[in-house]
């Protein structure tokens, strides 16, 4: 088995259909997908198990008590099959040849394949190229550094490579922990590669306010998810960077929180995290913009920072129009 895919789901009913429909007019005897219910009570395991009966054994179906995603993800870890390990939301879609544009890409062996993506936001798509880099360590800066997203669906991992080096997701910490987990695979990684073709559809209209997403507990999750992080990479090769990219980090962990209208998420941003504060304009990788934004907002203007936001976003809709 070359590529299993694996998704965590919990009370997906109105949402999986559409990400299985993505996979199943893909599949190929190279591919299998498996699937964690995380103790679903709706309809979502009727849904599974119909998909997993038309599917000849090409789709799997797990069913353990909820515990999370984090949980999930490394239920399916222990059991996939294949080669390589990609991952999928319950609510998303992997785009058109994307499956066969990944078989073709691990054919060269890599430790871990990227891609790009897409947004659909209530019918809207915005295509976004994920940061260039040519090995683990210019990975590693881009993650760190802000210029590079994390999130599992962006990646093909070699599943000896987290097997070997005893990466799983922390159970009971979902949030950050896609973050968490693609620092350590890439540290481990020997040879990268990244293909610049759209291949994965986020859905992403998501009425949840900011400060809700980053409550204290999330907040705890994020912290716990660096701190493994950090402490793997400080035990690596990688240990100098990490030590000089950690504020970085920290700063784009938290900036979600100043893309906002409210002094509440603001004031959550200043006290998580204070001590990377002073490194708010420091990063040069970053636009200026956004490096403006965290400078004042490590200066507590508020009223600046709301500002600033404002007119960004008018500027943004007008470059839309």
Not at 20 to 48: C, F, K, R
Request: glycine residues 4%.
């Amino acid at each position: 088995m070359r590529l299993s895919i694996i998704i965590p789901v919990f009370n997906a009913g109105d949402t999986v259909e559409k990400t299985l429909h993505s996979i199943v007019e893909q599949l190929t005897s190279e591919v299998e997908v498996v699937i964690v219910d995380d103790g679903s009570t709706d309809a979502t395991p009727e849904i599974l198990f119909r998909f997993a009966k038309n599917a000849r054994n090409a789709i799997r179906v797990i069913r353990q008590d909820n515990a999370g995603a984090a949980a999930a993800r490394n239920t399916a870890i222990v059991n996939a099959k294949g080669d390589y390990l990609a991952f999928a939301d319950a609510d998303d879609r992997f785009c058109e040849n994307a499956i066969d544009t990944i078989l073709k890409a691990v054919e060269n062996d890599a430790d871990i394949v990227g891609w790009d993506w897409q947004n659909v936001d209530g019918g809207k798509v915005r295509r976004f190229r994920q940061a260039d880099y040519s090995d683990a360590e210019g990975a590693l800066r881009n993650l760190m550094g802000g210029t590079m997203k994390w999130n599992l669906w962006l990646f093909a991992v070699k599943h000896k490579l987290i097997v070997d080096n005893g990466i799983r997701f922390l159970p009971g910490s979902d949030m950050g922990e896609d973050m968490s987990f693609m620092l350590r695979t890439y540290a481990c990684a020997a040879n990268v590669s990244q293909i610049h073709e759209v291949l994965y559809e986020y859905n992403a209209a998501n009425p949840t306010s900011i400060s809700r997403q980053l409550s204290p507990k999330r907040q705890a999750e994020v912290t716990c998810n660096l701190q493994v992080a950090k402490e793997f990479l400080m035990a690596s090769s990688y240990r100098d960077l990490c030590k000089e990219y950690l504020p970085y980090l920290k700063l784009y962990i938290k900036r979600p929180l100043l893309i906002s209208c409210s002094k509440v998420d603001y004031r959550q941003w200043y006290n998580w995290f204070p001590e990377a504060n002073v490194f708010a304009f420091k990063n040069q990788a970053l636009p200026l913009w956004t490096r403006t934004l965290q400078w004042l907002a490590s200066k507590r203007m508020w009223n600046v920072v709301k500002l600033y936001n404002l007119l960004y976003k008018r500027i943004l809709r007008l470059k839309n129009y």
